[in-house]
């Protein structure tokens, strides 16, 4: 349970940082190429990808493999910068929660792509979950919160795109930790390379800023693994109670440190979502 908690605690200190980034000087798009730097040095040291059991060689050559890891390399750094922009738009509580609703993609993706049964149970918890989204949505005529909602839509987007990518890797036998390094080196390559092209002018803000959340991503990530590892007959007991305890404490850090406003829309938003990830953990576990 501690692992769970401290993944929990790292992806809201990423919210925070990108919250706060600016105040800091800190260039986000450098601190996302300089993250992925230190996130491919920690995931080779720590999690020892085995490259012998990827197959690598056959691995890249297969069109199917190669394209998913080209999606990830360009997807994981493009939804990150997009992530940024949804917290400085419409906060921490909004971005969050639509970050961890779109774990619902791939939910819908296992009846679709790879044929599990849909039960009424999981019918109900993926519906509240697009009302729950509908809700975090919501915004007033304010330009600033107009671009929040186009962000949030595409952070939702994004990511379940990219937990549909990583179970598809997974499903083709590919190892977890080799399949994360590979990533991590894509976007690292793809970031520098654009900011190359833009001739960035470099910063030490940034470049500090991007240490700090390489270490927070790479955490948040390490701890989630190790939360599966421990409790790994109780794989929907991690999954829920680590997006449901994103959205609660996202919730309070937006609310009581960066004093942001919440509607009673977003709120019963916020509230739903909850209780969409609840039903389908009681279902998990009681029919799973």
């Known amino acids: 349970m501690l692992n769970l908690i401290l993944a929990v605690l790292c992806s809201v200190a990423v919210s925070v940082l990108l919250k706060i980034a600016r105040r800091r000087n800190i260039v986000i798009r450098q601190a996302i190429a300089f993250n992925y730097i230190l996130a491919s040095a920690l995931s080779y040291y720590v999690l020892t990808p085995d490259f012998k059991g990827l197959g690598f060689t056959e691995f890249v050559l297969q069109s199917e493999q190669a394209f998913i890891f080209l999606a990830l390399g360009i997807l994981l750094p493009s939804v990150f910068m997009i992530m940024s922009k949804a917290v400085e738009y419409a906060g921490i509580v909004r971005a969050d929660a639509a970050q961890r609703l779109s774990l619902f993609l791939p939910i819908i993706a296992a009846f679709v792509i790879f044929g599990e049964t849909l039960s009424s149970g999981k019918l109900i918890g993926i519906i509240l979950a697009f009302v729950a989204l509908c809700c975090l949505l919501y915004k007033a005529a304010d330009k600033q919160l107009q671009k929040g909602g186009i962000a949030l839509a595409f952070v939702w987007l994004g990511y379940g795109v990219i937990d549909i990518l990583f179970k598809q890797v997974a499903k083709s036998g590919a190892a977890f930790p080799a399949t994360l390094f590979i990533a991590f080196i894509l976007s690292a390559c793809v970031m ?27 955490m948040n990530i390490l701890f989630y693994i190790k939360a599966h590892q421990s409790l790994s007959a109780n794989p929907s007991l991690v999954f829920a109670g680590m997006n449901i305890g994103v959205i609660c404490l ?31 953990f009681y279902f998990n576990q009681l029919f799973g």
């Open 192 to 218: 520098f390379g654009y900011l190359l092209f833009k001739r960035e002018i470099w910063t030490v803000p940034g470049f500090i800023g991007g240490i700090i959340l390489g270490g927070l991503n790479f």
């Open 250 to 280: 996202g919730s309070i850090t937006g609310a009581l440190v960066f004093k942001e406003k919440i509607s009673r829309v977003n709120l019963a938003g916020i509230l739903l979502g909850i209780a969409a990830i609840l039903v389908l």
